[in-house]
């Protein structure tokens, strides 16, 4: 049972332009979700995180919002970058699933062209 | 300069034996945690640990083993009887109660 999925594997956007990457999530106990960026053979790296008590969490360029009665997930990045192309992971974290597990959606490849 | 290390990055072995995957930290940190991630696929929770000498199973735990005898230490065990091993391992350390994990570079196990 995929409890966090990230449904679209790959995106591919213009550099300048914003990229959207989507994550939906089933149990109503997580409260606290995070996004990962990774390179190949690296391991992820922290991004940005927002908790449930908030919709809209900005970092630089990077912004995630969290519609929890549509238990999705977006993360924004604008502009774009070609430093963005990887493979960016949503997790998240809750009081059903102990307060330090992580679940890890499947991951959206993201290319960014010149 | 703070981070965790895993090594070695690249690891061979032959079907049937147990390999040993190394995970250090220097960042303090309570708790540890070890990943398995596969082509396409997430990362998924082999074991974790919120304080030495105690550890809990991950999601797929089965055909690993752990130990933390020490809070900057936690090794991985990939035994024979993990039926599918090759794969990229992933370790991670996060303060305790907090759920920003920090990871380790990797290691790709291969085992034919």
């Known amino acids: 049972d995929q409890q966090v999925k990230q449904n679209s594997p790959s995106l591919s956007v213009q550099e300048g332009r914003i990229s959207i990457l989507n994550c939906d999530y089933t149990?109503?106990?997580?409260?606290?979700f995070l996004w990962y960026k990774k390179y190949p053979a690296e391991g992820p790296t922290f991004l940005i995180s927002?908790?449930?008590?908030?919709d809209k969490n900005e970092d630089g360029r990077f912004t995630v919002f969290l519609n929890k009665s549509a238990k999705h997930l977006s993360l924004h990045i604008v502009p774009s970058q070609p430093g963005d192309s990887a493979v960016y992971f949503c997790?998240?974290?809750?009081?059903?699933?102990?307060?330090?597990?992580?679940?890890f959606g499947q991951g959206t490849r993201l290319t960014i062209n010149p | 300069d703070g981070g965790i290390t895993q090594s070695p990055k690249y690891l061979f072995r032959k079907e049937g034996q147990n390999v040993t995957l190394s995970c250090e930290q220097n960042?303090?940190?309570?708790?540890m945690y070890w990943y398995r991630q596969d082509p396409g696929q997430g990362l998924r929770l082999i074991y974790y640990?919120?304080?030495?000498?105690?550890?809990q199973k991950g999601d797929i735990a089965e055909g690993y083993s752990v130990s933390r005898e020490k809070k900057e230490s936690f090794p991985l065990t990939v035994t024979s009887a993990q039926k599918n091993p090759t794969a990229f391992y992933l370790c991670?350390?996060?303060?305790?109660?907090?759920?920003?994990?920090?990871f380790g570079p990797g290691t790709r196990l291969t085992v034919t």
């Open positions: 149990n109503s106990m997580f409260d606290y």
């Open positions: 640990s919120q304080i030495v000498n105690d550890f």
């Open positions: 960042l303090n940190h309570d708790a």
């Open positions: 997790a998240a974290s809750g009081i059903g699933q102990g307060a330090q597990k992580l679940v």
């Open positions: 991670a350390s996060s303060i305790s109660g907090a759920a920003e994990q920090y």
């Open positions: 927002i908790s449930s008590i908030k």
